[in-house]
């Protein structure tokens, strides 16, 4: 990557492969090579989510084929999220043990899982197991990708590098959809799709294990506003005592500043963990999507929200600020929420319906989570730049224990799910025989008299129908209906389906009929966490006014110069 970026050897040749484990740089990087790793870091972080996201592109099927109730899957899910929230509090050593060999290896470990652990699961239980193995490596690097995005970004751009990286979950989910909703009509078994995961996984491996780098801890443990900063802390670098940096980091980022407002996003999101673990299973059951139609939303959504994350991360460096715009999109938020909820009163609600509400409510996702990623790592550089990855293991703690907690509550509120994801699938084939054939929906509009014909028509040994009942039949059911059931070829199959799946027909319709209200209040449980987060936007570090972030900028340059000719001057000075 040119000499800019190659270690400073003083003891001869390196060992043969120490590229393998040894990724530091012992000078910052020039603004191509700086690129360059940022953008593997993002390319991870896509990756790694794509692998993580994809069970729900294909729960249904996973659901059906381990046979398991619906509080099983959502206690997988639960559980899952869990180990990842205490794998993200381990993740704070990689302020000691650096961040890249952790993402690197972590995504070797989870494309094997993913492409062949998970296809080859014998039961629901050895499922679940390699599940959590997956969040447990996801947790490690919820934390150290950001870490490395931070390194390699200076404040000013902060926003917009943080944009990036955010994308990598919101990019990882729209690759989901976009592959799910273009290879489920002919690769039908969901194990396909985490095969594709795992290869891509394996594939993106390789390209980190060649190409990723990091600073030096000298060099990452220091504050950097600006490129400017570069020389300066290069100069710094020499005389920095690493270990003093390092001393009792849950002390000293265990306070009000940094745990308030990683609770406060946490539960802001709330929507979009319920909508990317649960989101397929909800449009099939409650609006009869199939599972391609519910991907194929997915692609729209989290293209926007990637969009916007972008968009954002810009016009935040741009103004120097992240407050406002944090305020603008949870209001934003907020508003399409409520419109949200409210589509859950008419199951009827159009495909392009969603489309626009809920693409809307990712584009305000976006423009507050960005900002906030910038915002919370310079909180927690205004406690102690050196401790970067673990502030940010209590945000990963925070946020994958209020995902658990909450997916976990969801059982409470929405109680009728299992019948309708065991036994909604009969009931939508049941609902779509009926509208597509009129013959058997006068069957079912009449169905007690046709329970009393039946066996002339469609018994084992058919035969006259007696004077008396087809009298009755005519007056109640019509001469001409009647003659239409009779010349419809198909309706003693069809009757006899709905006859042998009775139980389960009605057991899915009474659980649909309470189903939209339950999911209603759950989306106003969503609401009010986004509510909840407006006032610790206050807590963040930064200004609210362009002109005096401007102000602090030109102080801070000036400053850096000064210490910077004076820490020059000392070294340059003859020893008395």
Known sequence: ??????????????????????????????????????????????TLYYELYVQGAVAPSIIADFHMSFPFFIYIVVISNAVGAF???????????????????????????????????????????????????????????????????????????M??????????????TEVSSHTLSHLTAWQ??????????????????????????????????????????????????????????????????????????SVFLIVYYTLIALGVVYFVTIFGFTQQQANSLGNWVWAFDAGALVVVGIISDWLRVRKPLMVVGALGAIAMMVIFARHTYDTHTGYYSFVWNLSLLAVFLGVTYAPWMAAFTETVERRNPALIATGLAVWGWIIRAVVSISIYALTFVVTS????????????????????????????????????????????????????????????????????????????????FLKAHQREILAAQRASSISPSEWRRWWWVSTGGMVAFLPLVLVLAGRWSPRRARQDQL????????????????????AT
């Open 1 to 46: 990557m040119g000499d800019s970026t190659a270690a400073i050897s003083t003891k001869g040749s390196p060992p043969p492969f120490s590229w393998l484990w040894d990724r530091q740089l012992h000078r910052y990087p020039d603004t191509g090579p700086r690129y360059f790793y940022l953008g593997i870091s993002v390319l991870l972080t896509i």
């Open 87 to 161: 794998a993200s509090l381990v993740a704070g050593l990689a302020d000691r043990w650096g961040r890249a060999n952790l993402v690197t290896y972590g995504l070797a470990v989870t494309g094997l899982l993913v492409l062949f652990g998970l296809p080859n699961a014998p039961d629901k239980y050895s499922y679940g197991v390699l599940l959590s193995a997956v969040a447990f490596v996801e947790g490690i690097m919820l934390v150290a990708t950001p870490a490395l995005v931070r390194d390699f970004s200076p404040q000013i751009g902060r926003a917009s590098a």
């Open 163 to 176: 944009g990036f990286w955010t994308m990598g979950p919101v990019i990882g989910s729209l690759v989901v």
């Open 192 to 265: 396909d799709q985490f095969v594709i995961a795992g290869i891509v996984g394996m594939a993106v491996f390789a390209i980190a294990l060649v190409g990723l780098r990091e600073l030096s801890p000298s060099l990452r443990d220091q504050l950097m506003v600006s490129l400017r900063d570069r020389a300066l802390l290069e100069a710094r670098a020499q005389g920095i005592d690493i270990e003093a940096g390092l001393q009792r980091p849950w002390r000293q980022m265990l306070h009000f500043d940094v745990i308030s407002p990683a609770l406060g996003i």
């Open 417 to 496: 799910m299992t019948p309708l994801v065991e036994n909604g699938p009969v009931a939508l084939r049941a609902e779509q025989l009926v509208r597509s054939d009129p013959a058997l929906a006068i069957v079912v509009a009449h169905q007690e008299i046709f329970n009393r014909l039946g066996p002339y028509k469609c018994g084992p040994s058919p035969g006259p129908v007696p004077s008396d009942l087809l009298q009755q039949a005519i007056r109640e059911v019509g001469l001409a209906n009647l003659n239409k059931v009779n010349q419809d070829p198909r309706i003693c199959q069809e009757t006899a």
């Open 555 to 574: 102080e801070h340059e000036q400053r850096v110069q000064r210490e910077l000719e004076a820490l020059l001057a000392s070294r340059q000075a003859p």
